[in-house]
């Protein structure tokens, strides 16, 4: 695992996992207690996790909030985030680009 960037915004890349937890744990904290505004963290380059990952992210989300800030996911995995709404987490974490309750499609237009 590797995380890159500072207190605003983070890019984590590769496990997120029981191996890794404690040092993501560190790092997102350190964030998290070190800045203001959104913290936005990448998780693009993110190739495997598992609940113990995911109890890291739920974690610095927690914090995040005790502190005045908000965590926002950017680049989610499609497989994690059908995770993330499979477990009902996409209703409690902020998802840049995400709209889970805009129609896929677009709705019929009137006739006049």
Do not use: F, N
């Amino acid at each position: 695992m590797r995380i890159r960037g500072d207190h605003d915004e983070l890019a984590i890349e590769g496990r997120l996992d029981v191996r890794t937890a404690a040092d993501a744990r560190s790092v997102l904290h350190q964030a998290v207690d070190q800045g203001c505004g959104d913290l936005v963290i990448d998780l693009a380059g993110l190739e495997s996790w598992d609940a113990t990952g995911l109890g890291v992210l739920m974690g610095t989300h927690r914090r995040a909030g005790r502190g005045g800030r908000r965590l926002v996911l950017r680049g989610v995995p499609p497989q994690l985030l059908r995770l993330l709404t499979a477990t009902k987490l996409h209703r409690i974490l902020a998802i840049e680009g995400y709209a889970p309750d805009l129609p896929d499609s677009p709705l019929p237009v009137a006739a006049g």
